[in-house]
Every structure is written in C-alpha cells, then in structure tokens.
C-alpha cells in the first residue's frame, strides 16, 4: 500500500553564511492512510517547522514530500495554493476564525476559493457542522462561542473539503483539560471514520490518542513509536 504521506531525507535551515540553523536534519517517515499520527518535541525541537513544511506553509531546504504519490516539494506556487485548499485541513492552537463572521461562513470559507456553487458549500459546511455537533449554531457570530466551540468550528472547516490528511498544530493549546479532552475524542471519531490525522503537541494527554508517536529533538527524529511496537532511532 502507497503511503499516503512519505517525507523523504527533508532538511530545513535558517539564515545565512555562518549562522545557519539547522531546524529539521534530514527527517524521513511515512505515515499511511488512516493513521493517527502524534508528533512530540521540546520547545525548538523542530516539530513545528517539520509540520510547516509537510504543510507547504514553510519550503524545505533539501529533500521531497509525497502527498498521495505527488511530490510537493516540486509543485508551483499556483499549484501549492490547490493542493493546500484541496487536499490539507489545518486546525490551529488559536482557531483562526473570523470572529466576526458567522460559523457556516467560516467553515464555508475554503470553498470560495475553489468556485464551489453556493447551495453545494452550504449543505457541505452543515454537514460538516453536523459532525462536530454545531449544526445549531450555524448563525451565531465566532466569538459568541466558547474556546472548545470555536475549536470545533475550526475542525468543522478543516474536513469541509474532504482533505487527505488534517494537519493540527497544539490544537488543545488554548483549551482547558476537560474541554481538551472533548476535543481529542472528535478527533478520534474522526479517525475512526477514516480521516488520516497529523498531529503536533508537547502534551501527553493529546499523544496518548494517537496509534504511532514520532519524537523530535534537534531537528531529528530520535523514536517513532507505535502502540507496543518501538523503532528507535537514535
């Protein structure tokens, strides 16, 4: 079976002649569809610029990513734009939602760019809203919710388009406990669905949801853990 994401001997450095940062060092893993796949490290690990790059946000110095057998790495700015739209959710630790907006025009948001007829973004934003068990609030403005609904707005758009994989970046960083932990088991229902999900985190409780934990440190993977199987490579 193809990986649906194979990272391939990346690296990423910072700066210039005599003050270069190497922040990822010639990573490669795969991650195959339907996993659920945590990414653990230290403040400047380099979890979060590997998450960038696999995301397009950030470019890689050296290296290829394959998302479902394309190499992105490759891809023109015109074509990384569709890719991102089209096959990457992203949900961020800070919700990135226009709060002044309603939540169906937020979730319905990445379906503009793609000249998605108005009535097919509306019963694909519902349903999505549907999913997190926000179909109710539909009409209210973003910040009339709570931090957890807001979250789960961002979820709600992030799957809108059907992506291959969801990218999530300490997405229970600005949650309290309890509510954090009601966003860990949608995502679990998520990936219990089918939905391959990425996920960075310094928070153990978040890892313990996923079936494999890739460790960082340095810019290097040093484990990349499954549940009761360990691939040390240090």
Not at 51 to 77: E, F, Q, R
Not at 192 to 199: A, R, Y
């Amino acid at each position: 079976m193809q990986p649906i994401l194979n990272v391939s001997n990346i690296e990423k450095y910072y700066g210039n002649k005599g003050m270069v940062t190497k922040a990822v060092d010639n990573i490669s893993f795969s991650v195959n569809k339907g996993e659920f796949v945590g990414i653990m490290g230290a403040s400047g690990s380099g979890k979060t610029t590997l998450l960038n790059c696999i995301s397009t946000i950030d470019t890689v110095t050296s290296g290829h990513i394959y998302v479902d057998g394309k190499n992105i790495t490759t891809m023109k700015s015109k074509q990384l734009s569709a890719f991102r739209r089209e096959q990457l959710g992203f949900v961020f630790q800070d919700f990135s939602l226009l709060n002044q907006q309603s939540v169906l025009f937020n979730v319905m948001l990445p379906m503009y760019f793609n000249k998605t007829p108005y009535k097919q973004m509306k019963e694909r934003a519902m349903h999505s809203l549907e999913v997190v068990g926000l179909l109710d609030h539909a009409k209210k403005k973003a910040h009339q919710l709570s931090g957890g609904q807001r979250q789960r707005v961002a979820i709600a758009r992030a799957i809108v388009n059907s992506p291959s994989i969801i990218l999530a970046d300490e997405p229970t960083g600005a949650l309290d406990s309890e509510t954090s932990k009601h966003i860990m088991d949608l995502f679990q229902r998520l990936n219990e669905i089918g939905l391959t999900i990425i996920v960075v985190t310094h928070d153990q409780a978040v890892a313990d949801y996923c079936s494999r934990i890739i460790t960082i440190n340095d810019g290097k993977i040093i484990q990349n853990k499954e549940k009761n199987i360990v691939s040390s490579i240090i």
